[in-house]
T-cell receptor, first 116, second 112 residues
Framework: DTAVSQTPKYLVTQMGNDKSIKCEQN?????MYWYKQDSKKFLKIMFS???????INETVPNRFSPKSPDKAHLNLHINSLELGDSAVYFC???????????????FGPGTRLTVL | AQSVTQLGSHVSVSEGALVLLRCNYS??????LFWYVQYPNQGLQLLLK??????LVKGINGFEAEFKKSETSFHLTKPSAHMSDAAEYFC??????????FGTGTRLQVFP
């Protein structure tokens, strides 16, 4: 059983298009995240949601909009795609720290986005 | 602000040799520290974590790391490298907002 799943695995698109990446976790976690890994393998957090509420919003362009329909899903919508958006995007989830658990994060397999 | 520094973007060892991947952290509060491994074209997998319990932490696949507050270090070691250990390794620290702050990664190559 896949704990954190993402679709699609690969996404190739033209500049200016709008695209979405979906993420689902079946771990019963309260918190979900989006990370971006650039071509040099550097990983940086973009957003986190706790029980559908936005908690962390790093300095990410407004073209990126996360949406959490329920606590098991966190989708990432990107408008007007640019060349610099090409990267691998990872979704992750963790139990809420307030529950007493430390915040071990479980990562999805990643979505490789290529903007042409 | 919290941060981690991984010394050495590439480390090469022979199969059977000791693996040592270095990580130093900066944190104004007691940190949670993590090592993740990323195999080619895959997501990140947690190797081990330090959460203020024992300073010597044992993880999966024979890896371990020691938290040394005096040196602000959390180096990852494995006594004997295996070919299957070849991957990218990331050290990370968690801040009060539960976000992971990653180092720049160390690529481990294992030669036969």
């Amino acid at each position: 059983d896949t704990a954190v799943s993402q679709t699609p695995k690969y996404l190739v698109t033209q500049m200016g298009n709008d695209k979405s990446i979906k993420c689902e976790q079946n771990l019963g976690h309260d918190t979900m995240y989006w990370y971006k890994q650039d071509s040099k393998k550097f990983l940086k957090i973009m957003f986190s949601y706790n029980n559908k509420e936005l908690i962390i919003n790093e300095t990410v362009p407004n073209r990126f909009s996360p949406k959490s329909p329920d606590k098991a899903h966190l989708n990432l919508h990107i408008n007007s795609l640019e060349l610099g958006d090409s990267a691998v995007y990872f979704c992750a989830s963790s139990q809420d720290r307030t529950s007493g658990y430390y915040n071990e994060q479980f990562f999805g397999p990643g979505t490789r986005l290529t903007v042409l | 602000a919290q941060s981690v520094t991984q010394l050495g973007s590439h480390v090469s060892v022979s199969e059977g040799a000791l693996v040592l991947l270095r990580c130093n952290y900066s944190s104004s509060v007691p940190p949670y520290l993590f090592w993740y491994v990323q195999y080619p074209n895959q997501g990140l997998q947690l190797l081990l974590k330090y959460t203020s319990a024992a300073t010597l932490v044992k993880g999966i696949n024979g890896f371990e790391a020691e938290f040394k507050k005096s040196e602000t270090s959390f180096h990852l070691t494995k006594p004997s490298a295996h070919m299957s250990d070849a991957a990218e390794y990331f050290c990370a620290v968690s801040d009060l907002n539960d976000k992971l702050i990653f180092g720049t990664g160390t690529r481990l190559q294992v030669f036969p």
